[in-house]
Nanobody, 121 residues
Framework: QVQLVESGGDLVQPGGSLRLSCAASGSIFRIYGMGWYRQAPGKQRELVAVITSGGRTNYADSVKGRFTVSRDNAKNTVYLQMNSLKPEDTAVYYC???????????????WGQGTQVTVSS
């Protein structure tokens, strides 16, 4: 079994910063891509940022220059540093991890439980 535990969501004023974390634990053999998605009320879930096992990153145009995704492979953790937050960044943020786990070393894709980010004055 694998678990993803997210943390860091909060209420913040426009222009503020937050750092989200997502830690994976369990019978993990190898982690491939890690990333963040978000879903605002009434909208579809969208990609925010992803990072490969080699450290290559990709961002949604709306967050480029403001958000930074990073990972600590020793801790099986992915981070999202969010700066210059805007009201339109308000959403539930979900981490996503592509990994190999279990005694049979099958490949799985897991989602975190979601953490609320609200940007408002």
């Amino acid at each position: 079994q694998v678990q993803l535990v997210e943390s860091g969501g909060d209420l913040v004023q426009p222009g503020g910063s937050l750092r989200l974390s997502c830690a994976a634990s369990g019978s993990i053999f190898r982690i491939y891509g890690m990333g963040w998605y978000r879903q605002a009320p009434g909208k579809q879930r969208e990609l925010v940022a992803v990072i490969t096992s080699g450290g290559r990153t990709n961002y949604a145009d709306s967050v480029k220059g403001r958000f930074t995704v990073s990972r600590d492979n020793a801790k099986n953790t992915v981070y999202l540093q969010m700066n210059s937050l805007k009201p339109e960044d308000t959403a539930v943020y979900y981490c996503n991890v592509d990994l190999m786990a279990g005694p049979s070393r099958n490949r799985y894709n897991y989602w975190g439980q979601g953490t609320q980010v609200t940007v408002s004055s």
